[in-house]
């Protein structure tokens, strides 16, 4: 029974690492899955969709979907989830078709074609899709060949604005007084980027940079952060009280825990950091981690990456679950410390002079747990998984289920490239392990992403995946696949 | 639950938690200060100290938040005007300007 989750977990890991722009990166590992888990990989491309966090990965997985051999259902469901997406990340995805060569070309084009369509029937949202992607839509239609509206080429390629449209509110904005420009961005809900770059120097008013953050949304408040410690955001009251307010709207926000740990390292002012780190720790206790955890460091030698990777799960751990968590370093002897509650700095300080070195013994850690008589509902390991000192892990592990009559899910954060003991033994014991490869090069900001996924019930995220149900295109685009429904 | 928030009023980072959680904190401790006092007992250095630290911050805070409220109501009125009350404003300022520079020369 031990590995049949195996590959599903790999693709799932994947999906939270960050390929920084790089969409080809994900293409080998879907074309793997497209054969070997093809059902569950169109329902990841789902769920990716409401839940992930990494942006790449909601363009990359879909396009890469788009194969030979795959039954309809799910290559309409991957172009519906690609239809989905805003129009930025829409040219993304239909570049990286066309650069991958996937295959379904003339559908991907109609494609293009019924999306701009259905974005342009709706007038009022199409105005402001305009105003705020005018060089991505231009681009769509170049690529595509789409015939835009009169109207529409009127304004994305002459510039010539109807009159008391936003288009020309936003070209008045420089010559308004603050007050006003400030008073015109609040009425009309103009975007905060394209109000930024219409204003140029004029944005450093406070009228207007109270404006601008009501506009901003969760991630550009978040990614702004640094610049509006210029602009002092903490020094005038009513700056801060309207940061205040937006920290309050973007803590409700799944969708940038990620950058929050970015604008955090960026800013200086220790105020901001903390009331940025207060943000994060509201999303994070979003995130669907229950119960108690260990989290197993191993502090061996050469582990130097395993130890500050294991601060930074255990810190979102501590973050997200209401249960309790212990963070152990072990090399042959455990190093207990319950950090529940605890944030990443507090986590870093408490253990700064922990050192790599010393052999290694995974069990030592939960060995010290049933000594204490302490229950936990999920295990983390971060190591290089070469056990090669008693306790070993997979009987300490043995006597903990017997002890407690349940079996915790166990989860192998692996830094390092070649299998070791840990895996083996616990095979050959017939003992489950999830397994996330850790690179070499790791990005600290995107482990969070791969810590959410952990589940006290080892089924419950592939249950909660296979749960999400397929898109259609006549769902996502009614007006253009209803009409093809009703000819067939 | 008590034990959660009360290692939270005893250890707070203000600048973390947002104004309802300051209110709560504030709630709690003043019901604890209270039973001190209808046990009779002395109550304890610390909880003065912080009671005293998320009112002045709960009071700050709103007092930026109607700040911000204000500025935003004036941006928008602003940007209400007609022609005609620009207009009205311009001639006014000019006029007042004229006056000075009368003063001046």
Redesign the interface.
């Known amino acids: 029974m031990a590995e049949t989750g195996l590959s599903k977990n790999k693709l799932i890991a994947e999906l939270t690492r960050s390929a920084h722009g790089k969409l080809n990166e994900y293409t080998p590992i879907v074309t793997q899955a497209v054969t070997q888990q093809g059902e569950f990989l169109a329902h990841l491309v789902a769920w990716n969709h409401l839940k992930g966090q990494i942006r790449d990965s909601k363009i990359a997985l879909p396009v890469a979907s788009l194969v030979d051999g795959q039954p309809e259902e799910f290559i309409d469901n991957a172009l519906a989830h690609l239809a989905k997406l805003g129009p930025r990340e829409f040219l993304r995805g239909y570049r990286f078709t066309m650069e991958s060569k996937t295959r379904h070309r003339s559908r991907q084009k109609r494609l293009v074609h019924d999306y701009l369509a259905h974005k342009e029937a709706n007038a009022a949202a199409w105005d402001r899709i305009m105003l705020q992607h005018r060089h991505t839509l231009k681009e769509l239609g170049a690529l595509s060949h789409y015939n835009f509206t009169e109207r529409t080429r009127e304004i994305l390629f002459y510039r010539r604005y109807p009159t008391g449209s936003l288009f020309e509110k936003v070209a008045q904005l420089k010559d308004m007084?603050p007050?006003?420009?400030?008073?015109?961005i609040?009425?009309y809900k103009l975007p905060f980027l394209i109000c930024l770059g219409a204003l140029g120097k004029k944005a450093q008013d406070?009228?207007l940079v109270?404006?601008l953050i009501?506009r901003m949304s969760p991630t550009e408040l978040v990614t702004n952060t640094k610049m509006l410690e210029r602009l002092g955001v903490n020094k005038n009251?009513?700056?801060?009280?309207?940061f205040?307010?937006a920290?309050?709207k973007a803590?409700s926000s799944k969708a940038n825990v990620l950058k929050t740990s970015v604008a955090v390292d960026a800013v200086e002012d220790e105020?901001i950091k903390?009331?940025l780190?207060?943000l994060q720790?509201?999303q994070l206790a979003q995130g669907g981690v229950e119960g108690s955890w260990l989290v197993l460091a191993d502090k061996s030698g050469s582990m130097s990456q395993a130890i500050e990777a294991a601060r930074h799960v255990a810190a979102t751990l501590a973050k997200m679950v209401k249960g309790k968590v212990w963070l152990t370093f072990f090399d042959t002897a455990p190093q207990t410390i319950d950090v529940t509650?605890a944030p990443l700095d507090v986590i870093q300080k408490a253990t700064r002079y922990i050192q790599a070195g010393g052999g290694t013994s995974i069990g030592c850690g939960l060995a010290r747990m049933l000594d204490e008589r302490q229950e936990i509902d999920g295990i983390a390991i971060i190591s290089d998984a070469q056990e090669n000192e008693p306790p070993y892990f997979h009987d300490a592990y043995k006597r903990y289920t017997e002890m407690y009559g349940k079996e915790v899910p166990v989860y192998l954060y692996h830094c390092g490239s070649k299998d070791g003991t840990l895996q083996r033994l616990m095979k050959n014991a017939s003992q489950d392990l999830q397994v996330f490869d850790l690179p070499a090069n790791l990005d600290y900001y995107s482990l969070p992403n791969l810590v959410a996924t952990m589940r006290t019930n080892r089924y419950s995220l592939v249950d909660e995946i296979m749960a999400v149900p397929l898109a259609t295109l006549a769902s996502v685009l009614p007006n253009a696949y209803r009409k093809e429904v009703t000819n067939a | 639950m008590p034990e959660?928030v009360l290692s939270q009023l005893k250890t707070f980072?203000a600048?973390?938690?947002?104004?309802d959680e300051l209110v709560a904190l504030a709630t709690f401790g003043r019901q604890m200060r209270s039973e001190y006092e209808a046990h009779q007992l002395e109550e304890p250095e610390w909880l003065d100290v912080q009671l005293k630290s998320l009112r002045r911050e709960i009071h700050s805070?709103n007092?930026?938040?109607?700040?911000?409220?204000?500025?935003?109501i004036?941006?928008?009125?602003?940007?209400?005007?007609t022609p005609t009350e620009k207009r009205a404003e311009l001639l006014k300022e000019k006029a007042k300007l004229d006056k000075q520079l009368a003063e001046v020369s």
């Open positions: 007084s007050t006003e420009a400030a008073g015109t609040m009425q406070p009228d109270l404006a009501n009251p009513a700056l801060r009280g309207a205040q307010e920290l309050g803590a105020e903390e009331k780190r207060g720790d509201k509650g | 959660s980072t600048d973390r938690l947002d104004l805070r007092a930026d938040k109607l700040e911000a409220r204000r500025r935003e004036t941006s928008r009125l602003d940007a209400l005007k």
